[in-house]
């Protein structure tokens, strides 16, 4: 009935053997590729010099510059090379993540889903038939002559209930099997039935089954305490006789079993002096179709739920009963949210750097905390809410990050880049005012990094030197 839960198409799954060597694979390409570059570069500079031996001015001026430059960009490649190493392992956790984070809401959902699910019960309005002879005429054409023919035709007519005063009372237990909820229902009705025919006597009491039951016994049909036989069998008509201005009780019951909703269609006929009381022995339930009841009574068990209509009504949608399943919130939050938290780690790295001077170890070790924070918050929101378990891991990060810094001053620049590039994106895509938290978060890092390098706060030579030293040590 249900497929099995997948996850998002499209996104690579490191738990598949096939993408794992897939992306080993195309890793160990770039590495040669990135490899190679800085090589070339380096035979490059050794041959332009070599050009240059005879002119030994211009070969030192020319050797000197580029010898700065290309020490340089080895060490800007150290570290443009280890943020990847950790990019892109990091992309590939945070979809697979994504991946199992989604299996398992589609699971659940799934799960949910099924317990309601199945056939409803439904139970249609009984019609009261009878047929009268109508006189008709047509025109037919006898030996080249138009000749008008007259005859009559037996017609079929339904005579209004005059009330209907029904009881059901539902019980709810589990199929094992299919772990699904089935609907026990105890029916019982009265109908009244009031001939205010003239000349017609002869009338058929239609009452069939619920529709999509599994079970049904105990089903009669009693007409002033005198049980009906139907006409045939299998055929749930019952023939009565009913004199002009006499009026007349049928009485319905039956037990049957079902899927998880009950609802009684009155199959678009006019109602009179309509009654209905359904009661729902379980919890949660709800009322069906939109149709408000009148009065509901609950007390913790069981709910009652009456529909009354003193007058003639007529109704569209069916009366009805369901279980009320816990609505299933915010799924997809944290898939979208694993999904962007490589892009957030890049803006909290590019801060750090920004604010204060990065070791190699002190990235690895700061890439290595916020994906080992995503990997937490993965598998705790699904025990407590993804909000209050971020809030949690949010502070160990803080009081983690505080170690970047070599002074109080650095601690605090460090602890800064935190809030704006990681805490708060990451709790703006966990709030339903994703867009304006993120918008906090950005104006925070552009507050941060004007005051930081345009008013010199935080800024102090003391605190590069210590700062520096501590790297030394790395």
Request: glycine letters at 6%; proline letters at 5%; a positive charge.
């Amino acid at each position: 009935m249900f497929s099995s839960a997948q996850g998002i198409p499209g996104l690579p799954d490191l738990t598949h053997p096939i993408e794992l060597v897939q992306f080993g694979t195309q890793a160990l390409k770039a590495s040669l590729l990135l490899v190679f570059l800085v090589v070339a570069l380096g035979v490059a500079i050794a041959l332009i010099s070599f050009s240059l031996r005879r002119s030994q001015p211009e070969q030192l001026i020319f050797i000197g510059e580029w010898a700065v430059r290309y020490s340089q960009l080895l060490r800007g490649l150290q570290h443009l090379t280890l943020i990847l190493v950790l990019l892109v392992p990091g992309f590939f956790l945070c979809s697979t993540l994504s991946n199992r984070y989604h299996h398992w809401e589609q699971a659940k959902v799934a799960k949910v889903a099924q317990t309601v699910a199945g056939e409803r019960l439904e139970q249609f309005a009984p019609q009261v038939r009878y047929s009268i002879q109508e006189p008709y005429s047509y025109t037919t054409q006898v030996d080249g002559k138009i000749v008008k023919v007259n005859e009559t035709r037996e017609i079929t007519r339904f005579l209004m209930l005059a009330g209907s005063q029904i009881q059901v009372k539902l019980d709810q237990s589990v199929d094992v099997p299919g772990r699904s909820s089935i609907y026990e229902a105890n029916y019982t009705a009265e109908y009244k039935v009031i001939n205010q025919l003239k000349d017609i006597n002869n009338f058929f009491f239609e009452a069939p089954p619920p529709n999509g039951y599994t079970l049904l016994e105990s089903y009669k049909i009693e007409r002033d305490g005198t049980r009906l036989q139907p006409s045939n069998a299998g055929n749930y008509n019952f023939p009565f006789r009913l004199q002009p201005g006499q009026e007349t009780t049928f009485r319905v019951t039956y037990q049957a079993q079902g899927g998880p909703r009950w609802v009684y269609s009155a199959t678009g006929q006019l109602l009179s002096n309509f009654s209905l009381t359904a009661i729902a022995n379980f919890a949660p339930a709800d009322f069906a179709s939109g149709i408000k009841p009148d009065e509901i009574k609950s007390d913790g068990r069981s709910t009652q739920f009456t529909w009354k209509f003193d007058d003639n009504v007529s109704v569209k949608n069916p009366f009805g009963v369901f279980t009320n399943t816990e609505p299933i919130r915010h799924t997809g939050v944290i898939p979208r949210l694993l999904l962007l938290a490589p892009a957030i780690f890049l803006w909290w790295i590019l801060l750090l750097y920004l604010s204060l001077p990065m070791s190699f170890k002190n990235i690895a070790i700061a890439g290595s905390i916020f994906f080992a924070c995503l990997l937490v918050l993965t598998y705790l929101a699904r025990v407590i809410n993804a909000q209050l378990a971020w809030t949690l891991i949010s502070i160990i990060l803080l009081i983690l990050t505080w170690g970047l810094g070599a002074s109080r001053s650095a601690s605090l620049a460090a602890i800064i880049c935190t809030i704006a590039g990681a805490v708060l994106p990451i709790f703006g895509l966990l709030v339903p005012f994703s867009g304006l938290t993120l918008s906090l978060a950005g104006l925070l890092s552009a507050v941060w990094l004007a005051v930081r390098h345009w008013y010199g706060w935080y800024s102090h030579p003391e605190d590069q030197r210590l700062q520096l030293q501590k790297n030394a040590k790395y």
